[in-house]
C-alpha cells in the first residue's frame, strides 16, 4: 500500500479510487484522510493535480452537513482581502500552529493519562497497606506487662 492513494476525478464529477479500482464519494476521501492516509486527486482528463480544490471540497461538504465552518467575520476577510494576504497566513501560520496544537494537545493527553496511572497506583498500596494492617496490632506492646509486675527483683 502506497502512502498517498491515487484518485481520479472525471468530467462528471465521479472519483475514482485506483487502489480499489471502484468509484467512491466525498465521504469516502473524508474517511480515508480520517484513516491517516493522505490522498492525491487527479484530473482524469488532464492530468492537472486538484487535490487543494478538492480537499476543499470535503471541508466544505462537512461544514454544510454542521451549517458552519469559520465565523461570519473571518469569512468576510478571506473574500476582502483575497488570495495575497490570506494565503501567506495560511501557508505560514496556521498551518504550523495547528501543527503545533495538536502535539501540545498529544503531550497532555500523555502527561494526563500519565497522572491517572499515579492515582491508580497510589491507590492500590493504598489498599494493600490498609488491609496488611491491623488497628490494634501493636497496641499491647504498650501496656505494663502485668507478669512481670507482680514480680519483684531479688
Given at each position: 500500500?502506497?502512502?498517498?492513494?491515487?484518485?481520479?476525478?472525471y468530467?462528471?464529477?465521479?472519483?475514482?479510487?485506483?487502489?480499489?479500482?471502484?468509484?467512491?464519494?466525498?465521504e469516502d476521501?473524508?474517511?480515508i484522510?480520517?484513516?491517516?492516509?493522505?490522498?492525491?486527486v487527479?484530473?482524469?482528463?488532464?492530468?492537472?493535480d486538484?487535490?487543494?480544490?478538492?480537499?476543499?471540497?470535503?471541508?466544505l461538504?462537512?461544514?454544510?452537513?454542521?451549517n458552519?465552518?469559520?465565523p461570519?467575520?473571518?469569512?468576510?476577510?478571506?473574500?476582502?482581502?483575497?488570495?495575497?494576504?490570506l494565503s501567506?497566513?495560511?501557508?505560514?501560520?496556521?498551518?504550523?500552529?495547528?501543527?503545533?496544537?495538536l502535539?501540545?494537545?498529544?503531550?497532555?493527553?500523555e502527561?494526563f493519562?500519565?497522572?491517572l496511572?499515579v492515582?491508580?497506583?497510589?491507590?492500590?498500596?493504598?489498599?494493600?497497606?490498609?488491609?496488611?494492617?491491623?488497628?490494634?496490632?501493636?497496641?499491647?506492646?504498650?501496656?505494663?506487662?502485668?507478669?512481670?509486675?507482680?514480680?519483684?527483683?531479688?
Amino acid at each position: 500500500m502506497s502512502e498517498k492513494l491515487i484518485i481520479k476525478k472525471y468530467a462528471n464529477r465521479r472519483l475514482y479510487d485506483t487502489e480499489k479500482s471502484a468509484y467512491i464519494t466525498i465521504e469516502d476521501i473524508s474517511l480515508i484522510i480520517r484513516g491517516g492516509r493522505e490522498v492525491e486527486v487527479v484530473d482524469a482528463k488532464t492530468k492537472e493535480d486538484v487535490t487543494a480544490s478538492m480537499l476543499t471540497h470535503v471541508i466544505l461538504e462537512e461544514s454544510r452537513k454542521r451549517n458552519i465552518l469559520l465565523p461570519v467575520p473571518l469569512l468576510h476577510l478571506i473574500i476582502q482581502y483575497g488570495g495575497t494576504l490570506l494565503s501567506e497566513f495560511f501557508d505560514k501560520y496556521l498551518q504550523q500552529t495547528l501543527k503545533n496544537y495538536l502535539v501540545y494537545k498529544a503531550n497532555v493527553d500523555e502527561q494526563f493519562k500519565k497522572w491517572l496511572d499515579v492515582g491508580t497506583d497510589l491507590t492500590q498500596m493504598t489498599q494493600k497497606t490498609l488491609s496488611e494492617m491491623t488497628p490494634f496490632q501493636s497496641f499491647p506492646k504498650f501496656l505494663p506487662d502485668t507478669k512481670q509486675a507482680g514480680k519483684k527483683k531479688t
